[in-house]
């Protein structure tokens, strides 16, 4: 509380480009999100899990 919220003041320049949703059932995942409308592709994973990449100022960056 009180402290500036980060979006205010985070540097700019970073967007999200692609994130994947890992699943061990990704068939089921993936018709669970179509059933939702989101769009949002499903891999198989031994774990469940998202795979976010982003474009900043100093180069790309995957978060698993």
Known sequence: QGSPH???TTPGGT???QLTALDPDPVG???VYAAIGCDVP??????T???ATYETPNGTVVLT
Request: cysteine-free; aromatic content about 6%.
């Open 15 to 17: 967007r999200l480009t």
């Open 42 to 47: 499903v891999h198989g994973g031994a774990v």
């Open 49 to 51: 899990g998202f795979v």
């Open 29 to 31: 995942l993936a018709a």
């Open 6 to 8: 980060p979006a205010g």
